[in-house]
C-alpha cells in the first residue's frame, strides 16, 4: 500500500492528462501526491497509436483545444519552438494544430510536469470507499490509498462492428480488422485490393492514406451521403448558451437524447470531402454508398454484397465503424456501482453533480461526464471543461 495520495487518475489518455496538468499547474496538488494509472507503459498512448495508423495530419479541432491550462499554450509553444511552420502546422480558419505539433505539445507538458514520477502502468480493477477516501485496486496487486479520484477512462477499448463483421472475423480473422485494433497489421503487409467500411472521419483519413499507398485499389463503402460539419457538435456548446439550458433538464433520458440529437455523428469537415472527390475524379478511389447485407468467403478474396445488389471484392476489409457507446469499463465498474450504490441514469452512464463528483471525492471526465459536460465531453474541449471544473474544488 502506498502512502496516502492527494489524487488518483484513472486512465492517462486526453481526459486524464488534461485533469492532471490541471490539478498540477493550479496547484492543487504536487507530482508527489498524485498517481496515473494506465495499462499502457507511456501516457496517451491509445490517442497516439490511433491517430498515427489513419495518418490523421490536422485535429479537427482548433489550436486553443489541447491539454494546457492557458488556451493560447499551443500557440505560444510553436513560436517557442522554431520547427513550426504557421501556414503548414495550423490548418484553416480555425488554426487547426498538425497532429506532430499538437503531439509535440502534449510530450512537452508531459516533461515539464514530470508525469513519468507520477505514472503507474497498470489496470484499475475495482475501488471501494474508505475512510481517508478511496482505496483504488490495480491488476498487479498493488493498492493505492486517495483522498479523491477521477475516474477518467475512455470508450476508445470498446471496438464497434456489425454483425456481418463479426462473423466474418470469426470464419476469415486476416480478411478483416477494425481499424483501432491493437493487432493490425502494418497496410503494407495487407493484400489489396482493399475495402474500408464506414463514412466518418476516422474512415475518410484511413482512406485518403489507402488510396495513396495503394492507388485504385481501395472501395470506400458508407451507409449514408456525406455529413459535412466542420466540428462534430455545434461550437455553442462550449459556452453557455447551449450547457445552461442543458444541465437544467432534470430527466436524463432526455439530456442523453439531447446529446445524440446535438452530435454530428458520422461527420467530416468540407476539406476532407474534398480530398476525397479529389481522388474519386482521379481514379484512385471508389466510393459506394450501400449497406454490406452479406458476404462470400472465396480462396483469394472476400465479395461483400450490398443492399443496393452490388458485390465488392476485397482482400483486405478495414473497419472504421466507431466504438461500443455503452457505459465504458463495463467490467469493473458495474460490480462497482452496485458495491457503492452509484446513481445511473438509464443509459447506464453516471449520474454526477455539477461538479462531475459521482460519490464524495469521487470524479469523473470524459466520456463518463457526458450527462454533465453535454455532447463536448469526449472531445478535448470536454476534457478543459471536466479539468477546469474538477481543479477548481
Ligand atoms: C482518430 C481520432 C481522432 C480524434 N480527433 C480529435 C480531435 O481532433 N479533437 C478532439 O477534440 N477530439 C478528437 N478525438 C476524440 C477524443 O479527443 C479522443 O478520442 C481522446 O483520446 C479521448 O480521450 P480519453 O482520455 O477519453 O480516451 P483515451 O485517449 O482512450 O484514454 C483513456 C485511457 O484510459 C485507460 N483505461 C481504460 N480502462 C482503464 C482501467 N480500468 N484502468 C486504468 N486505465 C484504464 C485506457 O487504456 C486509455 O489509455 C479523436 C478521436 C479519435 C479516435
Redesign the pocket.
Known amino acids: 500500500m502506498f502512502a496516502l495520495l492527494q489524487w488518483a487518475i ?7 492528462l488534461t485533469v492532471a496538468t490541471y490539478l498540477l499547474k493550479k496547484n492543487k496538488t504536487t507530482i508527489n501526491q498524485l498517481k496515473i ?4 507503459p507511456k501516457p ?4 497516439k497509436r ?2 498515427s495508423v ?1 495518418s ?1 495530419p490536422y ?3 482548433p489550436s486553443v ?1 489541447h491539454l494546457d491550462t492557458e488556451p493560447f499554450s499551443l500557440q505560444s509553444f510553436s513560436k517557442i519552438e522554431h520547427k513550426y511552420q504557421p501556414s503548414t502546422d495550423f490548418y484553416g480558419r480555425y488554426k487547426r494544430p498538425s497532429l506532430h505539433m499538437f503531439n509535440d505539445h502534449c510530450d512537452h507538458l508531459i516533461n515539464e510536469l514530470e508525469i513519468e514520477h507520477s505514472y503507474v502502468a497498470s ?2 480493477r475495482n475501488i471501494q470507499k474508505s475512510d481517508g477516501g478511496w482505496n483504488v485496486h490495480l491488476q498487479n496487486g498493488e493498492v493505492l490509498e486517495a483522498e479523491k479520484v477521477v475516474i ?3 470508450i ?2 470498446q471496438l464497434h462492428l456489425p454483425e456481418w463483421a463479426t462473423k466474418l472475423k470469426q470464419a476469415n480473422p486476416n480478411a478483416l480488422y477494425h481499424v483501432f485494433d491493437k493487432k493490425l497489421p502494418v497496410f503494407e503487409k495487407m493484400s489489396a485490393p482493399f475495402v474500408v467500411v464506414g463514412g466518418g472521419i ?1 474512415a475518410t483519413h484511413l482512406t485518403i492514406k489507402l488510396a495513396s499507398m495503394f492507388p485504385g485499389e481501395v472501395t470506400m463503402i458508407k451507409r449514408h451521403p456525406f455529413r459535412v460539419h466542420d466540428f462534430d457538435s455545434n461550437p455553442e456548446w462550449l459556452g453557455p448558451k447551449k450547457r445552461l439550458p442543458f444541465v437544467k433538464i432534470k430527466d436524463y433520458e432526455k439530456r442523453r437524447h439531447a446529446i445524440k440529437s446535438a452530435r454530428h455523428k458520422g461527420s467530416i469537415p468540407s476539406d476532407l470531402r474534398n480530398r476525397l472527390s479529389h481522388l474519386v475524379r482521379t481514379d484512385k478511389l471508389l466510393i459506394k454508398d450501400g449497406i454490406v447485407k452479406d458476404y462470400q468467403i472465396h480462396p483469394s478474396d472476400v465479395q461483400l454484397l450490398l443492399d443496393t445488389g452490388e458485390s465488392i471484392k476485397a482482400r483486405s476489409i478495414i473497419m472504421a465503424t466507431g466504438f461500443e457507446q455503452n457505459l465504458p ?1 463495463r467490467d ?1 465498474l458495474e460490480p462497482v456501482i452496485k458495491q457503492e450504490n452509484l446513481p445511473c441514469a438509464k443509459c447506464g452512464y453516471p449520474i454526477v453533480n455539477h461538479m462531475l463528483e459521482w460519490a464524495p471525492n469521487l470524479y469523473v471526465s ?2 463518463l461526464a457526458e450527462l454533465e459536460v453535454g455532447p463536448i465531453a ?4 470536454g476534457a478543459r471543461v471536466a479539468a477546469n471544473i474538477i481543479s477548481s474544488i
Not at 469526449?378 to 474541449?381: G, H, L, M, P, W
Open positions: 484513472i486512465g492517462g489518455g486526453i481526459q486524464g494509472v494506465d495499462p499502457n496517451l498512448e491509445n490517442w490511433c491517430t489513419i490523421m485535429l479537427r479541432s483545444h489496470t484499475v477518467a477512462i475512455g476508445s477499448d476516422t469499463g469493473w470524459g466520456a469526449r472531445n478535448i474541449s
